[in-house]
């Protein structure tokens, strides 16, 4: 008899600390014991089962057998499939019981039914048999807690969340969400930000990895929806939806270009993000680490837009031209900040647009200016690029 007052305190506990159902502990128990019945006293090919009942204390094992007949199983090795592509298993009394015996257990038993038999009560393993069982266990609460977490947190992607800084390891930093853990991978890092074990900080839940043996909540600061989803955060107009984030593009630690459009007739877009003097965008900037962000007014007319898009340079003019590209004319003395440094103010007009964009001088139009071309290409297909590089060291204090 299993001494089922201190297994109970022990399955509350584990349940507790896992984050888990205590069935769930309890399912994990059975199959492990089990597994050990089956390593020391049963055959490899048997299907044995425990029920341990928790009431009483009684732990009981049971041998599964499938009701089948000559057309679901070979009798013997001549036998040939019965179904044309289809192999059918050869009979194994281990796992298997003709319909002819098994009626004489259960007279209305069918084909494909699962018969139940007892087998003798065991309560001492050897030591391979309890490896075999810590095994088990182990594996079905990593079952069950990637359950649990997949649960929790599937609906949750694409959302901001908050989270301690716990360590670093091989340039990936990992965060603690409360019940679980997160982890930042180098690119999704903001170049030049610094991170210190137990900062709390905000990140944007970027997907959650089923494919490994146990889940992983993968977090950014880089991508541009967590720009988004702040501004979201912090202005009212956009949950009421009187305003809407069109367009972003972004160079993380450096610059983010926004494009939002009014919803309703009477509502400033650009003002509702700006905040009442500047207040909202301050707030998001200070969480980029003083990132720049450039709020722009979206528009349907590509001229418009892409004028509106190389903000705060002074646009002449806007000529439209074939295969999604535009020669943009721009003032001598606003040459400099329409390309920006590096090109820098031209390549994110360009992703914000998704246009090939050509910028000149209105004195000098025929001159192309170095860094002021910009083809998106493939590299910018789409505003929210996700890097796949994960291999670059984090910035680390």
């Known amino acids: 008899m299993i001494n089922i007052k201190d297994l109970s305190k022990v399955i509350k506990q584990v349940a507790t600390e896992k984050g888990l159902e205590p069935e769930n502990i309890l399912e ?56 044309e592509g289809k192999e059918i298993p050869k009979f194994n009394p281990d796992k298997h019981i003709l319909i002819e015996e098994a009626s004489k257990i259960k007279p209305d038993v069918k084909v494909g ?44 992607e694409g959302q901001i969340v908050s989270g301690v800084i716990q360590r670093f390891d091989r340039g990936n930093i990992y965060v603690d969400l409360g019940k679980s853990i997160g982890i930042m991978f180098p690119n999704d890092s903001i170049p030049g930000e610094h991170y210190k074990s137990g900062d ?85 900037t200070n969480e980029l680490g003083n990132e720049r962000i450039d709020i722009i007014e979206w528009s349907e007319d590509p001229e418009k837009y892409i004028a509106n898009a190389l903000s705060p340079a002074k646009v002449h003019s806007v000529e439209i031209l074939p295969r999604r590209s535009a020669k943009i004319l721009v003032p001598e003395d606003q040459l400099s900040l329409a ?44 505003n929210e690029n996700i890097e796949e590089d994960k291999d670059i060291d984090s910035r680390e204090e």
């Open 339 to 382: 390309i920006g440094r590096g090109g820098q103010n031209v390549r994110l007009a360009a992703k914000l647009t998704n246009w090939k964009l050509d910028v000149r001088s209105v004195t000098r139009p025929d001159e192309v200016q170095e860094g002021g071309i910009v083809d998106i290409g493939e590299e910018y297909e789409g």
């Open 113 to 156: 039914e699962e018969l139940v038999f007892k087998l003798p009560p065991k309560e001492e393993f050897g030591r391979i048999a309890a490896q075999v069982a810590k095994q088990v266990i182990t594996q079905k609460l990593r079952d069950f807690e990637k359950e649990a977490l997949l649960r929790e947190w599937k609906d949750k």
């Open 200 to 284: 709390r900080m905000r990140f944007l839940i970027l997907a959650i990895q089923e494919e490994t043996n146990y889940p992983g909540i993968i977090l950014s600061r880089s991508h541009p929806d967590f720009v988004k989803k702040l501004f979201e955060l912090e202005v009212p107009e956009i949950a009421e939806g009187a305003v809407a984030i069109k367009d972003i593009a972004r160079e993380p630690g450096s610059r983010t270009k926004i494009a939002v459009a009014s919803v309703v007739e009477g509502v400033d877009p650009v003002g509702a993000l700006v905040g009442p003097r500047g207040t909202r965008v301050m707030v998001v």
């Open 28 to 83: 994990a128990i059975e199959s492990a014991l089990a597994s050990a019945y089956k390593r020391e006293f049963g055959k490899k090919s048997e299907i044995i089962k425990a029920k341990l009942d928790l009431k009483t204390g009684t732990l009981d094992f049971y041998q599964i057998k499938t009701v089948v007949d000559e057309n679901t199983v070979r009798l013997n090795d001549e036998d040939e499939s019965k179904e």
